[in-house]
C-alpha cells in the first residue's frame, strides 16, 4: 500500500512539472507572437505588387527576424516589388476570405499561407472547403 500512495504521488508530481511547463512554453509563444510584426515593403512606382494574406506562418512567428519570413524573402528576391502583408497570428480562412474581399487594386501576386488554425481548431471540413474556394475565387 505504501509503494502505490509513493507512485501516485511522484506520478502528481511530475504531472504537475509538466503541467507548469507546457503553461510556461505557451506563455512564451504568445509573447512572441505579440512582438513580432508582418514583412510588409511599400515604395512609390513599384516593378509589381504583392499581397501575403495568412495566418503566424505568413506573419512570419517563429523565423528568427523579419526578413527570413516568407515575406522577407520574396523582397529579397524582388527589392522593386510592394510587398503587403495582411497576415496575422491566428487567423481562419474564414477571416483571411473577409481580408481579401476588402482589398482594392491590382496585384501580380497574391500568396496565401492559410489554414493551419482550421485544422487546430477543428473546423469542420466541409466549411474550410467553401471558405478556401471563395478565398481563392477572390484572389
Known amino acids: 500500500m505504501k509503494y502505490i500512495v509513493l507512485i501516485a504521488v ?4 511530475v504531472v504537475v512539472i509538466e503541467g507548469f511547463q507546457f503553461y510556461r512554453r505557451i506563455q512564451i509563444g504568445r509573447m512572441l507572437s505579440l512582438q513580432v510584426q508582418p514583412f510588409s515593403y511599400r515604395i ?11 495566418d503566424s506562418t ?5 523565423a528568427q527576424n523579419n526578413n527570413d519570413s516568407t515575406a522577407g524573402r520574396f ?3 524582388f527589392p522593386q516589388a510592394e510587398i503587403i502583408n495582411l497576415s496575422k ?3 481562419r480562412t474564414k477571416q483571411a476570405r473577409e481580408i481579401l474581399s476588402k482589398q482594392e487594386g491590382k496585384f501580380d501576386l497574391v500568396l496565401l499561407q492559410i489554414g493551419a488554425n482550421d485544422i487546430l481548431r477543428f473546423t469542420p471540413l466541409s466549411q474550410v472547403s467553401e471558405d478556401m474556394r471563395e478565398l481563392i475565387q477572390k484572389a
Not at 511522484?10 to 508530481?13: G, V
Not at 512609390?44 to 495568412?54: A, D, H, K, T
Open 89 to 91: 497570428n491566428g487567423l
Open 44 to 54: 512609390e512606382n513599384p516593378s509589381m505588387r504583392i499581397l501575403v494574406v495568412g
Open 75 to 77: 523582397h529579397k528576391d
Open 58 to 62: 505568413g506573419v512570419g512567428t517563429g
Open 10 to 13: 511522484l506520478l502528481l508530481i
